[in-house]
């Protein structure tokens, strides 16, 4: 059983480095966490975003359309 990769340490002592791993091992956690959060907050604002970006930058474009010449399909 030897030859199994572990991703635990080796080191078993309760001494200053067990204690910043675990205080690594939190910080590690929380980034992941935070990127996450932050990751799917920045797809619900790119989805719900999306279409009104669109049409305020045909709203502000050359020849002036009006709205319903930006909603209509023709």
Do not use: T
């Not at 080796?10 to 990751?39: H, T, Y």
């Not at 604002?45 to 023709?74: C, E, R, T, W």
């Amino acid at each position: 059983m030897e030859s199994m990769i572990s991703l635990k340490p080796k080191g078993k002592g309760k001494g200053p480095k067990g204690a910043s791993s675990s205080d690594e091992r939190s910080k590690l956690q929380l980034v992941k966490e935070w990127s996450n959060w932050s990751l799917k907050k920045a797809k619900v604002a790119a989805h719900y975003g999306f279409i009104p970006l669109v049409i305020i930058i045909g709203m502000n474009s050359d020849p002036k359309p009006h709205l319903f010449q930006l909603l209509s399909p023709v």
